[in-house]
């Protein structure tokens, strides 16, 4: 079994030997050898295998000038190292280099020369196999380039943990470790190249993009990864593409229809430059321009697209580049190269490809001639040569003569990751051969011998790996095997001097940098198209402008959008905004929802005109009751001022100025404390009122339907009584606002609800119940108010302003009638302003209603405010209450004696007249002429029913001598001899002190009989104080008249003497 096995891996090796002759490897002789994978060429030939024949080996065709010069520096940095006196002393290096051809299969069958050694030498199999010269093991594989490739070689590799270390395959899939046991990069993971892109697309504010991947292992993971970024970033993906150098026409030209009909114009492409190729040739041949292509590090500097014919297409180029790095005396290694080199295989066809020549001791069919004749009537020849035909080489060119890819050291990225890659694997064969026994990485801290290392002992110290290189930056590979590294922004410019394509570094990416700050680009250096400044739009929709916001479109992507404006009360003050921000609560959107503002307060203001024109009424009604506080106060004694209950009209004034002034509160940005108090102001101040009234009212009102006044009446007539009852109809309603303040005190209130631009400061009641029970017993006292006045209203207009109070009962309750809807339909300070001016119509018609008339007599009609017109009009009320009483019983009389003897007299006429003075039958003496000459009367109108009644009253000034005539003859002629109780009480009050204070008990004269002429005087309290004028005012003294009827009836008015 065991020769078999052996006898197997010799064949395995040997055809892998046989595959790669002395001209397809470079190689040297070593104490360890390094092994390297290149792309020396960018493809293989296709070709068709009919299996007629044994199959052949496919040539490698393409030359890649750059793949050389990556191959030329892992050669150096090992010539550098076995020639440092520190690293490695006494140990060289060797190597066995392959090319790839850029495909898997002919890196597989340079692994497997690899491999097959190494298990040689594991099998320990010389003495079997009776090998003549023994062959290192190859300890550690620098390469390979592609991912795709690197992946199928970490495969094979990592089945014998050979430590892979890659210089330029980033896909992230090589991350893995369970998959990828013994693979290492000297290159960051495409992870951080697809967000960079990303970024990059975000910056310039791109959201509508296509994309294109190599259909590779490198390919598919970038784009993958480039697709999680984009949809975090709200970028769209127009269409998606894959690739391959070796596909076939059809599937190129769909591609190409695909981004021509596209209106993204931005392109994603994760490829390397032989996979590229293809697809920008045809591009270049449709001539489509005006794309932006955002290039992977695979191919963004790649020497097959960078090309000066393709820049008119594809020259707003902006790609990622490895850093660059500073390998020192690398320019004069490469401009050693010969084509005689003993060590390397590839150096021939090298100077073949360069020179455009070919060298006369090689044979006319080797493969280096034979795959550049069959790429060059192909096509795809690189060579410089036009003809089918190459002159010989004479070996001793000037290779800095000719400009090609191998010599453009200026930009030494993917070459400083293969120098950083040798110098790894020496490093870690340093830490082998410095190892001191007890503090080694293998078991019980041994160490591994330098002189039978072993792969896997190398690979354990790789990932243990930590050193300084050449540029002072700390080198070490983290638990997946990569090393992060920053980027280089290129943009592709052409030329000015020689036309060729130049890469202009734009920025930078820093990985290391928190997220946000890791991409920095020069747009002052970026050249669109080769000359434009403008950056190019690639969006599915237009910008919105500030003040919009991005609206879904069904059935479009969400980069595919409608602008739509900001609702009220909502911003954007960025362009694109996908959702417009809420303002705060006390701002508003202005007219183009660009910002916010603060929102207008509003309340009822002193300042506004409405606030104005309120606090003028208010003054005006405080004014006008100080006037009329002060004509009252002024015209104290007056009969008018007296007859009003003097005391309670102070105090029904004082009240009228406290419900204007309480207006005042409900004007002015509300406050806690005003909130709290304008409504009991308000509440109190008319209750006051209200129970003024009432009682002023109901005291006459007891008086005159009084038949005898007693004592109780006395007490109940009390001014201290008035007040008492004042106060407690008032107390009530403090009750109730001290309750409501308690429970659920009002206070100021910011509404934001009622109209969105608008904050309306108001005050919030607290509890509209309580509001109610205010304003509804204010209603009731003045409903009971108004019913006392109504029943009041025949009542000498002297005693009681019946009427006037009537009215102004009728207007408080239509204003507080018509406040109650309008106070609940207005809002803001409206509502204040209805309660202002419920407030102060009400006010306005309690004092105009109460106050006005009687202001007026006082001020201009003096002669109507004496003691006189008072009495006359209290006489003219009890003769019309008299002489309706006695009409009503006549006429019940004629009624009755009609029906009894049949008679048809007349009715007695409604209309009754009186004889004026000089009719008189009885002319009076010379002497009472004069007498009467000296008296004062007065004429008063009485209607009652349908007629009217002239009466007219004299008045003597009281005598010193006089008062024996009080009790002269009364003659009587009244048919009635039983008068009506109403009349005997309004005769009763006929001499009523109209001049006591107000609140002294008022004096009668009543008669106790009908039949009696004599008078009964009854005094008041105020008798008590003594005999003064004020209190004992002389009584009238009526003259006897006859009054006829015109239905033959006759009144005869009692003539009363004082």
């Not at 009212?697 to 007539?717: D, G, M, Q, Y």
């Not at 109209?994 to 008022?1002: M, Q, S, V």
């Amino acid at each position: 079994m065991t020769s078999y096995s052996c006898c197997l891996i010799l064949l395995l090796f040997t055809w892998s030997t046989a595959a790669y002759g002395p001209n397809q490897r470079a190689q040297k002789k070593g104490d360890i050898i390094l092994g390297g994978l290149f792309p020396i060429h960018f493809g293989v030939a296709a070709k068709d295998q009919d299996l007629k024949s044994r199959p052949e080996s496919v040539e490698c065709i393409r030359y890649n000038f750059r793949g050389f010069r990556w191959l030329q520096a892992m050669i150096f940095a090992i010539e550098e190292i076995n020639s440092s006196p520190t690293l490695l002393p006494n140990m060289t290096l060797g190597y066995r280099i392959f090319d790839t051809c850029n495909t898997v299969s002919k890196a597989l069958e340079a692994t497997l020369s690899f491999v097959a050694q190494n298990k040689i030498d594991s099998l320990n199999l010389d003495e079997f196999c009776n090998c003549s010269e023994h062959i290192p093991s190859t300890i550690a594989v620098v390469g390979a380039t592609g991912s795709g490739i690197s992946t199928a070689v970490a495969n094979l590799l990592g089945l014998f943990y050979i430590p892979q270390v890659s210089y330029a395959s980033s896909s992230r899939l090589l991350s893995n470790k369970n998959q990828f046991k013994s693979f290492l990069r000297t290159i960051p993971n495409d992870e951080h190249q697809a967000t960079a892109m990303a970024d990059i697309i975000e910056y310039f504010r791109w959201n509508w993009v296509g994309t294109i991947a190599a259909d590779d292992d490198y390919g598919r993971p970038g784009i993958e990864k480039f697709r999680e970024e984009a949809e975090e970033r709200d970028i769209c993906i127009d269409f998606s593409e894959l690739i391959s150098q070796y596909s076939d026409e059809e599937e190129i030209q769909q591609v190409v229809e695909v981004i021509q009909n596209s209106t993204a114009r931005v392109i994603v492409v994760f490829s390397s430059g032989p996979d590229l190729e293809p697809l920008i040739k045809e591009i270049v041949r449709r001539n489509i321009t005006g794309k932006i292509w955002l290039a992977s590090e695979a191919w963004a500097s790649s020497s097959l697209i960078a090309m000066p014919e393709f820049f008119r297409v594809i020259g707003s180029t902006i790609g990622f580049a490895l850093k660059a790095g500073q390998i020192p005396g690398f320019r004069e290694f490469l401009q050693k190269v010969h084509p005689k080199s003993t060590n390397n295989g590839f150096a021939k066809e090298f100077w073949e490809e360069t020179f455009n020549c070919y060298l006369p001791d090689g044979s006319k069919n080797s493969p280096a001639s034979t795959s550049f004749h069959k790429g060059h009537e192909e096509g795809l020849g690189a060579g410089n040569g036009t003809s089918a035909f190459r002159p010989p080489c004479t070996g001793d060119e000037n290779i800095t003569s000719v400009e090609t890819p191998y010599m453009d050291y200026t930009h030494l990225r993917i070459s400083y990751n293969v120098y950083l890659a040798v110098y790894s694997i020496a490093h870690a064969l340093q830490d082998i051969y410095t190892c001191t026994p007890g503090k080694g990485l293998f078991t019980n801290g041994s160490c591994a011998d330098i002189k039978k290392v072993e792969a896997w002992q190398v690979l354990k110290h790789l990932r243990h790996l930590n050193f300084t290189n050449n540029m002072g930056e700390q080198v070490d590979f983290d638990e997946f095997g990569d090393l992060v590294g920053n980027y280089s922004i290129i943009n592709w410019h052409l030329s000015p001097e020689d036309g060729s394509v130049v890469f202009e570094e734009v920025g930078h990416y820093n990985v290391y940098a928190k997220k946000g700050e890791r991409l920095f680009i020069n747009e002052n250096k970026i050249l669109w198209g080769g000359f434009s400044k403008e950056v190019p739009f690639s969006n599915c929709s237009r910008d919105c402008l500030p003040g919009t916001r991005k609206g879904i479109i069904e059935g479009e992507p969400t980069c595919c959008f409608e602008c739509v404006d900001c609702p009220d009360g909502e911003y954007s003050d960025e362009t694109d905004a996908s959702a417009c921000d809420k303002c705060p609560e006390d701002y508003w959107s202005n007219e183009n929802h660009t910002s916010c503002i603060p929102k207008q307060i509003e309340f009822l203001a002193w300042t506004e005109p409405f606030g104005i024109a309120l606090t003028l009424f208010a003054v005006l009604g405080i004014f006008l009751t100080s006037f009329v506080l002060g004509v009252f106060t002024k015209f104290r004694n007056t009969p008018i001022v007296k007859a009003t209950n003097r005391e309670l009209s102070y105090l029904l004034l004082f009240s009228l100025l406290c419900c204007f002034s309480s207006s005042l509160f409900f004007i002015g940005e509300p406050q806690n404390w005003t909130c709290r108090l304008r409504q009991p102001a308000f509440g109190i101040s008319f209750v006051l009122c209200i129970s003024c009234i009432l009682v002023k009212t109901n005291r006459v009102l007891l008086v005159f339907e009084a038949k005898i006044p007693t004592s109780l009446h006395r007490k109940w007539w009390g001014l201290n009584l008035q007040f008492l009852l004042v106060f407690l109809c008032t107390f009530v309603q403090i009750v109730i606002c001290v309750i409501w303040l308690y429970t659920a005190p009002p206070s100021s209130y910011r509404n934001h609800e009622l109209e969105d631009e608008i904050i309306f400061i108001t005050c919030h009641e607290g509890s509209l119940m309580a509001l109610g029970f205010l304003i509804g017993y204010t209603c009731l006292l003045a409903a009971i108010c108004f019913f006392f006045a109504f029943k009041s209203r025949k009542l000498p207009e002297n005693f009681n302003e019946a009427k006037f109070i009537t009215f102004s009962m009728l207007i408080f309750f239509i204003v507080w009638i018509s406040f109650i809807p309008a106070y609940a339909s207005t809002y803001g300070k409206f509502v204040s302003a209805v309660e202002v001016i419920a407030i102060l119509a009400a006010s306005f018609g309690l004092l105009a209603c109460i106050f006005f008339n009687k202001v007026y007599i006082i001020l201009f009609k003096p002669s109507r405010n004496t003691i006189e017109e008072v009495r006359c009009s209290t006489a003219a009320h009890a003769f019309k209450v008299a002489a309706r009483a006695t009409l009503r019983r006549s006429n019940v009389s004629r009624k009755r004696s009609n029906s009894l003897g049949g008679s048809t007299g007349s009715t007695p006429s409604s209309s009754i007249s009186s004889k004026s003075n000089h009719e008189d039958p009885f002319p009076l003496p010379a002497c009472a002429e004069r007498q009467r000459q000296q008296q004062r009367g007065c004429k008063q109108k009485v209607s009652f029913g349908s007629g009217t009644v002239t009466l007219s009253l004299s008045f003597e000034e009281p005598q010193k001598n006089a008062m024996a005539n009080r009790n002269a003859k009364r003659r009587n002629s009244l048919e009635a001899q039983n008068s009506d109780d109403s009349l005997m009480r309004h005769r009763a009050l006929l001499p009523l002190q109209i001049n006591e204070p107000l609140g002294a008990e008022p004096s009668f004269q009543a008669a106790s009989s009908p039949e009696t002429s004599s008078q009964e005087s009854v005094v008041g309290d105020n008798k008590e104080e003594g005999p003064s004028p004020e209190a004992e005012p002389s009584l009238p003294s009526v003259n006897s008249r006859n009054f006829i009827g015109t239905g033959g009836g006759s009144v005869t008015e009692n003539t009363v003497h004082s």
